[in-house]
C-alpha cells in the first residue's frame, strides 16, 4: 500500500498562488507516476497534471498550463503543485494520485484524501 497525504490548500483571491504538497509512504516513491486531480461541486474529477517517476515528463489540462507547475522530489517522497495566477473556477477539492509504472491521465491506484483550494472572486 502506498499512502498519500495532501496538504497546502486554502483560501486565497483570485490571482494569488497557492502551493499542494503530497507525501507518500509505504512505497518505493520513486516507481511511481504521481498526478494531482481536483473535482468541483457536481463535476466529474479531472486529472490536472501528472509527472513521471523521473519528472522528465509531465502532462497538463489545457485550463491550468501556464499557470501550474507539477513537480516531485524523490529524495523527500513529495510531490507539488505550484498554483499561479487563481482562478475561481480552480474552486475545487484536489487529489494527489499514484500509479505503479508510466505517466498516464487515467487508472491511478492510489489517492490521497483531498484539500480543499478555494479561490474567491
Known amino acids: 500500500q502506498m499512502q498519500l497525504v495532501e496538504s497546502g490548500g486554502g483560501l486565497v483571491q483570485a490571482g494569488g498562488s497557492l502551493r499542494l504538497s503530497c507525501a507518500a509512504s509505504g512505497r518505493m516513491f520513486s516507481n511511481y507516476a504521481m498526478g494531482w486531480f481536483r473535482q468541483a461541486p457536481g463535476k466529474e474529477r479531472e486529472l490536472v497534471a501528472a509527472?513521471?517517476?523521473?519528472?522528465?515528463?509531465?502532462l497538463y489540462t489545457d485550463s491550468v498550463k501556464g499557470r501550474f507547475t507539477i513537480s516531485r522530489d524523490n529524495a523527500k517522497n513529495t510531490m507539488y503543485l505550484q498554483m499561479n495566477s487563481l482562478k475561481p473556477e480552480d474552486t475545487a477539492v484536489y487529489y494527489c494520485?499514484?500509479?505503479?509504472?508510466?505517466?498516464?491521465?487515467?487508472?491511478?491506484?492510489?489517492w490521497g484524501q483531498g484539500t480543499q483550494v478555494t479561490v474567491s472572486s
Open positions: 494520485a499514484g500509479r505503479l509504472g508510466n505517466i498516464q491521465r487515467d487508472n491511478y491506484n492510489y
Open positions: 509527472i513521471s517517476r523521473t519528472a522528465g515528463t509531465t
